[in-house]
């Protein structure tokens, strides 16, 4: 009786413990992180600016930084369409006073620009720190961030050119954010706990209610849309997608030459394309920079060409094209470079 | 077409696994002698008795093949094994136009030449946001911290050597990009079921219980209702991942995919796994982990991955993807050989648990009847339905429903808009139509 109770009792002792305090769970796995491992990684910043870094930047500074490492990507105006939508424009003065961007549901706006949609601003700050340049990732100081995030509310008609955007005002910017109150999450699509519960949405009450009717389900058949003739081809012959047998075939939508096997991609373009050339740069059109055909015809009768474009594409600059830089690719290795200039050189094939 | 037909061994029409396109043209328009004239360029003494045994049967059949009639190639001549070369067709394909730049771009899986549930891992769909990276193993670390200390007891960094010292589990789930069939939001907008709903995938995943972990560091749940996955890359993608979710155990830190190490595009060497929720939860090149008491409004839920509705408000911190379904075989862009029997064929998933039901129509929704389902049916799991179909060779139009074990059903076309509009590029479950006509070509249509 009384060895009973004493088990009882270490047992209600232990799930207490297990509730409350156990951890390090497995003997031997695991280490604690260092106060500068947890900072080193732990950059994000919340709606509430939990985690933003202390510092400022300028609409100058901000200027001078887009330019050079944002614009050849996003336009100068942050209103390119080229390498993704833009990050600028859309948005008015009522807009500002609503926190409602009315082109959104006016059907005004002819794309959604990464300022008529954000809410909160401090997602803009946290994704330019932990993810721009596209092609340099975390290279921005925080003080660089509040420039260039300065640069861009100057842009969208938010604040003055004089403006210095710091971790002590950024909350009145949030205030004055054009589409701050768009978001609802009045939705059955959380998968946590809901609103009513201290969560997000409805609890996951669906917002359709089909009935699975399996006889005599409608009077006519409504095709309210068909696949239109120029999508038929634009992916390419159908045929080669599929299988030349089993139960179908591929249509073929090209017709018999094309039909023939894709020509293997060169080890040259394989190259370019591992390393990010291809991005900017395409065989016979302009996207960043200019197309590797453009380069061939103005360069075909220099001997000394070969040299030079190696210790250009190497060291980035700007200037013969436009004021659009490239940026260094150091990180290539010499002979690596050669050959992709030697490929561009003779027709990028 | 006679002398076609009347060879034995073989059915109609189907003339390209017995005669090249050449030769049907010859056939077709009346030149006699292309048997004749391949067979010479195949060897000239051999092409008498040849001409004169293809009219016994099949020559496949009759003559045995190099295949039968040769040593093969030893064991582990691919030590990593490969598809058969007469398999080139069905791969990974980009859609023209959807994106600029590949680093920020999909691929999409080809379903229409795919059987039963686990997609092979070379032909995942991928969704990259920054490029990917094969990371070296021996240098990725996952922390776990709190977003302050009172969250979590003591932030810790584990190693792969580690985490794969820890209680396991494999389970199989589908992954689905929030944007699949994204493109046809307003009208059909591309051919083939690989471009409407290949960003779906399903596989086997291994991997530790997050929970596990959470525990391990000393997670206080009551506190910490919110948790934020970040990736290695350079977009170090971050997304919110509800707690409850955690607490259940079905959230995976995982490694392992259909039974090797995850592949570079799918997250190499960690990955998480939230079951039934859109694919850019699932954090590849997984690195941290912090607990937090309220929800992140990043990037890509709070600029991305945000559900535009007919009022102009964004649907944010829409998550799960709601039952749906689709006819794999036959889909758009492939024509039917033949009138007479087929195994109509797709797959049904649903975010919300296991599915129940798939039916099928085959006059466009006026009358259904209910699909075979292959189990075991799996929990948040692609699932293979089957119906016998004798096709008449009359137009017809293809539809698959399928529901869940909630009791959702999947909507039409007509229902979803009449909630959603049509620019809400996310979250497209509605059932798909595929039509066929009487040359027996299958096409992409939408039936409200």
């Known amino acids: ?349 | 077409m006679g002398d076609i037909v009347k060879q034995p061994g073989r059915l109609r029409p189907a003339p390209e696994n017995f005669l090249s396109e050449d030769q049907v043209k010859a056939v077709a328009t009346g030149r006699r002698d292309f048997l004749r004239k391949s067979f010479l360029a195949a060897g000239a003494a051999m092409a008498a008795p040849m001409v004169a045994r293809a009219s016994e049967g099949d020559i496949n059949i009759l003559e045995n093949p190099a295949w039968t009639t040769s040593l093969g190639l030893p064991v582990a001549t691919n030590p990593y094994g490969v598809p058969s070369k007469y398999e080139s067709q069905l791969l990974r394909r980009e859609s023209p136009g959807l994106a600029r730049v590949g680093g920020a771009s999909v691929s999409f899986a080809p379903l229409q030449g795919l059987f039963g549930i686990i997609t092979p891992s070379g032909l995942h769909f991928e969704r990259h946001h920054q490029g990917w990276h094969d990371i070296d193993p021996s240098k990725h670390r996952l922390m776990v911290n709190g977003s302050d200390d009172s969250l979590l007891k003591k932030p810790k960094v584990y190693t792969l050597d580690e985490l794969m010292r820890m209680p396991s589990a494999s389970r199989i789930h589908f992954i689905e990009c929030g944007a699949n069939t994204g493109l046809e939001w307003g009208n059909v907008a591309v051919p083939t079921v690989q471009y409407t709903h290949g960003m779906l995938s399903c596989s086997e995943f291994t991997g530790v219980p997050l929970k596990h972990l959470l525990e391990d560091c000393g997670v206080d749940y009551k506190k910490a209702r919110y948790v934020l996955a970040e990736g290695a890359d350079g977009s170090s993608m971050t997304r919110t991942i509800p707690m409850e979710m955690v607490e259940s155990g079905e959230v995976l830190v995982a490694y392992g995919q259909n039974g090797e190490m995850l592949r570079p595009e799918n997250g190499y060497p960690l990955r998480l796994v939230v079951p039934g929720v859109q694919g850019v939860s699932w954090v590849k090149w997984l690195r941290r982990i912090e607990v937090g008491d309220k929800p992140y409004a990043t990037k890509d839920e709070a600029v991305h991955y945000i559900d535009l509705m007919p009022s102009g408000l964004h649907r944010q911190y829409s998550s799960v993807q709601e039952a749906k379904s689709v006819i794999t075989t036959p889909s758009g862009g492939q024509t039917l050989l033949d009138q007479g029997f087929y195994n109509v064929s797709g797959l049904a998933w649903s975010g919300r648990g296991r599915i129940k039901q798939v039916d099928v129509s085959f006059d466009g929704g006026i009358n259904w009847k209910t699909a075979r389902l292959e189990g075991p049916i799996q929990n948040k799991a692609l699932t293979r339905f089957n119906i016998n179909w004798v096709w008449d060779g009359k137009p017809a139009i293809l539809q698959s429903r399928a529901m869940d074990e909630t009791g959702f059903v999947q909507p039409s076309y007509g229902q979803l808009r009449a909630v959603r509009g049509t620019k809400s590029i996310y979250h497209n479950n509605a059932i798909q139509s595929w039509k066929v006509i009487e040359s027996g070509e299958v096409s992409n249509v939408q039936v409200l």
């Open chain 1, 1 to 349: 009786m009384f060895r009973f109770s004493k088990t009882i009792l270490v047992f209600a002792l232990f799930g207490a413990s297990t509730a409350a305090f156990a951890f390090d769970n497995f003997k031997g796995i695991g280490r604690q992180a260092t106060p500068a491992e947890v900072k080193a990684w732990d950059i994000d910043v919340r709606p509430d600016f939990k985690g933003l870094p202390k510092g400022s930047g300028s609409v100058d500074k901000g200027q001078e930084l887009f330019e050079e490492k944002c614009a050849s990507c996003h336009g100068t105006f942050g209103e390119s369409n080229e390498v993704f939508t833009p990050l600028v424009g859309g948005t008015t003065k009522d807009d500002m006073k609503t926190g409602r961007v009315k082109g959104l549901s006016s059907g005004e706006l002819p794309q959604r620009t990464t300022f008529t949609k954000v809410a909160t601003i401090s997602t803009v700050f946290d994704y330019i720190q932990r993810a721009m340049p596209w092609t340099a990732p975390k290279s921005l100081k925080p003080d660089d961030v509040y420039a260039i995030l300065a640069y861009m509310l100057n842009l969208s008609e938010m604040v003055p050119a004089d403006f210095v955007l710091s971790d002590k005002n950024i909350g009145d910017i949030q205030k004055i954010l054009p589409n701050r109150n768009g978001m609802t999450t009045d939705h059955g699509m959380w998968t946590g706990a809901s609103a009513a519960k201290g969560g997000i949405g409805n609890g996951g009450k669906p917002d359709t209610s089909n009935k699975a009717c399996m006889k005599n389900c409608k009077t006519e058949v409504k095709v309210a849309s068909s696949l239109p003739d120029y999508a038929r081809t634009a992916h390419g012959e159908l045929y080669d997608q599929n299988r030349p047998f089993g139960p179908v075939r591929g249509t073929k939508t090209l017709g018999g030459e094309a039909a023939a096997a894709p020509a293997a991609v060169s080890p040259a373009m394989e190259m370019a394309t591992k390393n990010g050339c291809m991005a900017c740069h395409g065989v016979n059109n302009k996207i960043v920079g200019p197309s590797y055909n453009e380069v061939l015809s103005r360069y075909k009768d220099q001997t000394d060409a070969e040299d030079r474009l190696v210790a250009k594409v190497k060291a980035g600059g700007q200037g013969v094209w436009g004021s659009i830089p490239m940026p260094p690719n150091g990180h290539l290795k010499d002979e690596d470079l050669k050959t992709l200039v030697k490929w561009i050189l003779s027709g990028a094939k």
